[in-house]
């Protein structure tokens, strides 16, 4: 009865809706190029200019590294080190069809896409160039759970946390278009039970929605970097290239403070720059990058540093420790009349599972890591990725050096992916619901062999989705046997842990983290929209309370 009054007004009113919910959420931003005025204050990490003395240094300038700084070089002089380059050199990361492209590309230790494979097995990839992982990701925007920020262990302002979301939503986010196979997914999945349907909306709440993205409707990505637009271009430097190899650290009878950074350029030559007494050196080098960070810097647990013969600067146990990973796990079809490539846009969520796709042409060289192996056998013409990531994770594990002395070298990383039994239990309510989404009459025209029934009739690659519903193990076998990476990877650094409720790392002063590895959970289906709210966020409380 509910679900047939629910589905009349799906039909009937979706014009009305969409326009009052539209208002509600501001103008976001119209259609532009990306904007890289900010490169007038970009150096080469070679470039002398750059050494000196600055009121706060942000290593990595990523999600969330480049709203921060763009932030506080409102008041104070900011140095943002970001060992990729600028993306200009890398058309290809401008466009929508770019994503799947710059994952197949080689990792040359420059290009903008980092492969990297974990502990477990599975491929994986980071940003390496200005913009971070924004650069380089799917594209899709939301704002966190709002129960999220009670559990964060952070007393929010949430006024001050809606503005921070508007000032990065005016400046990188979209309203989409509507794509055919978008909207076939959205009203298929509210037919397989996923509702009610939120129509336009940036909230991460259950339900089917159409959500923001970071790329225009003319197919241009817009990423984390043009908020440095938004800083005050006389305080702000941006130095590319510099791989930032070490904190330096002055220990008074007093206490142990950051003071300033060892960095290399892209010759290897090392540089330096410090903090004034009332500064800070801010870490945004990510969930791999800034646990690594602090190891190489002697802040970690000491019998592990000492066995890497790392002078121990400060003991904790916890860093490096609780890092997660959601699992992506998929079934792919290949449709009789191909859909048209489309972006993620449309949105099924439940509070266990999020489930979203996104239709893309065959390929010659497997994408890395957008399958969980290079043995993955390939598409020959376009087709449906349909991923579940389910909620949490509760299954965590850790980040240790491969290097204790060079930066460079990627650390060793390992997620342990359904080691908790809760994680397997979600993934096979998550596949499940896959099974009633293609069973819908909206996926109808998309089986290879109409006439057969369930899910026969369609043409997958890869591993099949099992067809008896009830049966559990073989969807706890499917769910071990697919699992990818949904890219979200967090902790490390987590709060209560390493860093207190401000974000500044315990026990050591003028060194805070800012980035996705602080939290223990996910913020929303997609995590960047609270990374980037997150980076102008601390921006401004850090001002507040200087
Ligand atoms: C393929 C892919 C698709 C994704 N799709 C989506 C999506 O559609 N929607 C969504 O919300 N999220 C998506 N994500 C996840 C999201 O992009 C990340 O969670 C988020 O960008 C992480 O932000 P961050 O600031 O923690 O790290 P990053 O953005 O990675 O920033 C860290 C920066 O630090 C730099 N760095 C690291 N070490 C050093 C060092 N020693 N010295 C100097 N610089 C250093 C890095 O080069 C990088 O630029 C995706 C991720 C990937 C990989
Ligand atoms: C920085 O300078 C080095 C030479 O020192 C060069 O190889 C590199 O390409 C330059 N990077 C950028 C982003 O211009
Ligand atoms: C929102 O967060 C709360 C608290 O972590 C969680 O219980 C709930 O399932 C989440 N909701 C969704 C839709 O993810
Ligand atoms: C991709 O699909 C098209 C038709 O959709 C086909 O002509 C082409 O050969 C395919 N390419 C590869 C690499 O399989
Ligand atoms: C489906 O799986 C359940 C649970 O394993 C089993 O009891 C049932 O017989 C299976 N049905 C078919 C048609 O195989």
């Known amino acids: 009865m509910e679900k047939s009054t629910m589905s009349v007004i799906v039909l009937v009113l979706p014009l009305f809706v969409l326009h009052l919910q539209y208002s509600e959420v501001h103008s976001l931003s119209k259609n532009h190029p990306h904007d890289f005025s900010y490169l007038k204050f970009v150096y080469n990490a070679s470039d002398p200019e750059l050494e000196g003395t600055y009121d706060y240094i942000v290593v990595g300038g990523g999600t969330s590294g480049c709203s921060l700084a763009a932030t506080l070089s409102e008041k104070y002089s900011v140095l943002v080190l970001e060992r990729g380059t600028i993306p200009t050199e890398y058309p290809n990361l401008l466009t929508t069809d770019g994503f799947v492209y710059n994952l197949q590309q080689e990792d040359n230790g420059q290009t903008p896409v980092q492969r990297f494979v974990s502990g477990d097995g599975i491929d994986n990839v980071r940003g390496r160039v200005l913009g971070g992982t924004s650069m380089i990701n799917a594209g899709v925007y939301a704002r966190a759970n709002i129960s999220f920020y009670k559990q964060s262990g952070i007393e929010w302002d949430m006024d001050l946390v809606k503005k921070a979301y508007k000032w990065i939503e005016d400046t990188i986010v979209f309203r989409p278009n509507w794509q055919q196979w978008q909207a076939l997914a959205g009203h298929g999945l509210f037919q397989a039970g996923i509702s009610p349907h939120n129509r336009f909306s940036l909230n991460h709440k259950p339900g089917i929605r159409l959500t923001g993205s970071t790329f225009d409707n003319h197919g241009t990505r817009h990423a984390a970097d043009e908020l440095l637009n938004n800083g005050n271009a006389n305080n702000l430097r941006v130095g590319v290239d510099a791989t930032v190899e070490n904190i330096i650290f002055l220990n008074s009878r007093r206490a142990l403070s ?15 720059a410090f903090v004034h007494s009332k500064g800070e050196v801010i870490l945004s080098a990510g ?16 019998s592990y540093l000492s066995s890497l013969k790392i002078k121990v600067n400060h003991d904790n146990p916890y860093v490096g420790q609780y890092v997660y990973d959601n699992p992506r796990n998929f079934v792919n079809i290949l449709p ?66 491969r290097s204790s002395i060079d930066a460079r070298v990627a650390p060793n990383v390992k997620f342990n992916y359904f080691s908790n039994p809760t994680d397997l239990s979600h993934c096979v309510s998550g596949m499940k619901n896959i099974g009633n989404f293609l069973r819908t009459n909206n996926l109808k025209p998309y089986r290879a062999h109409p006439h057969l029934p369930g899910i026969d009739g369609f043409n997958f690659f890869g591993k099949p ?21 949904y890219w979200h990877y967090h902790g ?10 401000r974000l500044r790392v315990m026990g050591i002063d003028s060194l805070r983290v800012v980035d996705a590895s602080t939290f223990p959970s996910m913020p929303a289906s997609h995590p960047q929209g609270f990374y980037m709210m997150l980076g102008r966020y601390m921006g401004i409380k850090i001002m507040q309370d200087r």
């Open 258 to 272: 950051a003071v300033g950074v060892v960095y290399s350029d892209a010759k290897g030559q090392s540089h330096q």
């Open 287 to 302: 969930t791999i990058g800034t646990p690594q960070l602090l190891l190489l810097s002697g802040v970690g647990p000491e």
């Open 336 to 401: 009789p009349k191909p859909p048209k490539p489309s972006y993620v846009t449309e949105l099924g969520i439940t509070d266990d599972f999020y489930q979203c796709s996104i239709s893309m042409s065959n390929y010659s060289t497997p994408p890395f890591s957008l399958f969980p192996s290079p043995s993955y056998p390939l598409p020959t013409s376009t087709f449906a990725h349909i991923v579940n990531k389910i909620s949490g994770p509760l299954s965590y594990g850790y980040v240790t050096l």
């Open 465 to 485: 989705l099992p067809k008896n519903q009830s049966d559990d193990a073989s969807f706890e076998k499917f769910c071990r046997d697919t699992v990818a990476s």
């Open 492 to 501: 490390g650094c987590l709060v209560g842990k390493v860093v207190d409720d």
